[in-house]
């Protein structure tokens, strides 16, 4: 059943969103490794970061921290009013658009309203195929200047929701939310088309690491790996 009234659909945007937040109040927030200056959200200084994020995971960055200093890339299609009214129920900023239509103009303009801010993109995202990059965060990534951050998060106990391609999980009561991020990326400016796919094959790679260094870590495989405690989620 497709919900018509906006005013309807605000109320349970901002129910969901309460809720979710309820269960995040319970959970513990862990970084794996020693990243905590490149966490999302955090103030960087001058330094402002691309956030890659796989579209089953978009749940964590949202109630993480208390307060955000990002804002989230999402479609310009009809279906993502939902998303933007989540996302403004949380507390984190939305922009609509596309990181592959209108060119070097379009990110501009785009990252013009996303100045002083992080922004969270999800580059298997709106459609998928799940878990497969795509170049349109390279392309924003070489126009704007700005680093790629790749991300993973993950949980000790979820529900998992399945979508038309993907699945969003939630995180039980009381689990424990393990987040790890990598390096920056730098994109270079002016790339060739060749040059695109393959930093798109180098985020997608480093994607997958932090996947399997996550699987690794909740299967108790490496205990060597530093955990660090942050703090309970907002």
Known sequence: MKIKSRALLGILNSLIVFVIRMIFKTTRLEFIGDSLDRCPFADTGSDRFLYSVWHDS????????????????????????????????????????????????????????????????????????????????????SHSGRSIIPNAFAASRCWKFQGSWTSIWIPKPFATVYYLVGNPIHVPEDISREEMREYTDLVQEKMEELERELERHLAGSVPEQPTVPYRKAA
Do not use: W, Y
């Open 58 to 141: 978009v749940i964590p960055p949202l109630f993480c921290n208390v307060e955000h200093n990002s804002v989230a890339l999402i479609s310009q299609h009809r279906d993502a009013d939902t998303i933007e009214a989540m996302l403004k129920a949380a507390g984190m900023g939305a922009i609509r658009g596309s990181t592959t239509r209108g060119g070097a103009s379009a990110m501009k303009k785009l990252m013009k309203s996303a100045e002083g801010k992080h922004v969270v993109i999800t580059p298997d995202g709106p459609r998928g195929p799940h878990h497969t990059m795509k170049s349109g965060i390279v392309f924003l990534a």
